[in-house]
């Protein structure tokens, strides 16, 4: 499905992406944290993308966890340990590989969503990222077809589960402080989740 070079290229989207969405991600942010979340991802991205002409020999596995590592020291906030965690997560599936599979791919989701609720002490129904990442995995692994269509099925079940978040009272993260305020907000991470994997649904479309 993938080599080196759509990965970086796909890393270099996500940034695209990030930087293209900051204000909005720190604008869903506003109501419910602190307004940083799009400034968070997009210094965070921003340093992933700097580093990526010194990764273009590497192997897959070194790659993301140098993505994985980068986040977690750029990021911050609640965010950048979490997100830092599901690509070092997905970088052990990757390590030596220099081509993926759907299949890789998608056990480097399973490891990346086992991560973040390790991590972050959560799951899904609590108005964070797992409630985008989660309904995509499921909905890749029951998906068959093209990587093309099953990456579509996927992102559809994030963006779905994006548009879930705001029925959700949360539970964990800042958010939670607010308690049934919470609820009509859409949940930042989930939203930047969705916008990342929308680039991969791109480049296989
Ligand atoms: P902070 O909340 O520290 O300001 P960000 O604004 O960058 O960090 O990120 C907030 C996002 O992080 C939330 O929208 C949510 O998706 C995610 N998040 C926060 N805590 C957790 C957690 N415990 N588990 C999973 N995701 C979480
Ligand atoms: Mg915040």
């Known amino acids: ?11 270099e989207g996500m940034n695209g992406i990030i930087q293209e969405n900051k204000d909005f991600l720190t604008q869903l942010d506003m109501p419910i944290g602190d307004s940083d979340h799009g400034i968070n991802m997009a210094r965070g ?6 580093k990526l002409p010194s990764l273009a020999e590497k192997d897959a596995g070194t790659i993301l966890k140098t993505v994985g ?3 977690v020291s750029t990021v911050g906030g609640a965010s950048g340990p979490l997100y830092g965690t599901a690509f070092m997560k997905a970088a052990v599936v ?12 998608l056990a480097m989701l399973d490891a990346a969503v086992e ?7 959560s799951t899904t129904g609590e108005q964070t990222m797992l409630d985008a990442m989660v309904p995509a995995l499921e909905a890749m692994k029951a998906a ?3 990587a093309g269509e099953i990456l579509a099925a996927g992102l559809a079940a994030a963006q779905a589960g994006v548009e879930n978040t705001k029925g959700m009272i949360a539970t964990k993260g800042r958010a939670s402080y607010l308690g049934e ?3 009509g907000h859409q949940d930042p991470g989930a939203t930047s989740f969705a916008l990342l994997l929308s680039v991969i649904a791109k480049h296989f479309a």
């Open 1 to 11: 499905m993938a080599i080196i070079a759509d990965l970086i290229s796909i890393l």
């Open 45 to 50: 991205f921003q340093a992933v993308a700097d």
């Open 69 to 71: 590592m980068t986040l």
């Open 94 to 105: 990757a390590n030596g590989k220099t081509e993926l599979t759907m299949e890789d791919f």
């Open 115 to 121: 991560g973040v609720k390790f991590r972050g002490k």
């Open 144 to 146: 068959s077809g093209s």
């Open 181 to 183: 305020r919470s609820l």
